[in-house]
């Protein structure tokens, strides 16, 4: 099993530019979600999914879309990117919702100028 | 402000000393995970702590969860290089589906 699987690794965008960040895992985990990490403040939640056609929003979804149509596929849309949405992202999936063990994937790097 | 607190934010000791990392907040959680970050990967879970004063231990780090389920503590006990890295404690409430982080913990251990 590949577990969970992140592309690209890194990103470099301009300022209003769209882009998706792409997340898949072949664990059959119904639960997906996405955060956000900066230095010093751990990681933030930006969306999950607790099963296909199902997100909800985390702490900070502001400039971000998602869309659940497979059990696997979790992408991340940035509308407009901006300067402060530079980060590091990750995406991470459970079989036991939220508050299970969360299994993340490696990560993408992406910078906003 | 975080809803959980992580002290110190940075740690650095000798090969074969002892720490220890806290994680407070002022809400109860019906479980609190702890992770491990290595630079350029994800974090991976080391323990999860569902019963106020539950302690678990995993080989040379102890895991302690407070009695009213507001507070963890990770001490690890002889500390080797291998330990170094960053360490993130999260918390689940008993409604919801959302997992809260702290701010982390690094810690440096030097040879």
């Known amino acids: 099993n590949a577990g969970v699987t992140q592309t690209p690794k890194f990103q470099v965008l301009k300022t209003g530019q769209s882009m998706t960040l792409q997340c898949a895992q072949d664990?059959?985990?119904?639960?997906m979600s996405w955060y956000r990490q900066d230095p010093g403040m751990g990681l933030r939640l930006i969306h999950y999914?607790?099963?296909?056609?199902?997100?909800d929003q985390g702490e900070v979804p502001n400039g971000y879309n998602v869309s659940r149509s497979t059990t696997e596929d979790f992408p991340l849309r940035l509308l407009s990117a901006a300067p402060s949405q530079t980060s590091v992202y990750f995406c991470?999936?459970?079989?036991?919702?939220?508050?299970?063990?969360?299994?993340f994937g490696p990560g993408t790097r992406l910078t906003v100028t | 402000t975080q809803l959980l607190e992580q002290s110190p934010q940075f740690l650095s000791i000798q090969e074969g000393e002892n720490l220890t990392v806290y994680c407070n907040s002022s809400?109860?959680?019906?479980?609190l995970q702890w992770y491990r970050q290595e630079p350029g990967e994800g974090p991976v879970l080391l323990v999860t702590?569902?019963?106020?004063?539950e302690v678990k231990k995993l080989k040379r780090l102890t895991f302690q969860f407070g009695d009213a389920r507001k507070d963890s503590s990770l001490h690890i006990t002889a500390a080797q290089p291998g330990d170094t890295g960053l360490y993130l404690c999260?918390?689940?409430?008993?409604?919801?589906?959302?997992?809260?982080f702290g701010g982390g913990t690094r810690v440096l251990v030097k040879p």
């Open positions: 702590v569902v019963t106020g004063g």
């Open positions: 999914s607790v099963g296909a056609g199902i997100t």
């Open positions: 999260a918390g689940a409430r008993a409604a919801g589906n959302k997992l809260t």
């Open positions: 809400s109860v959680f019906s479980s």
């Open positions: 991470a999936s459970s079989y036991a919702g939220g508050r299970g063990e969360q299994y």
């Open positions: 664990m059959n985990h119904e639960y």
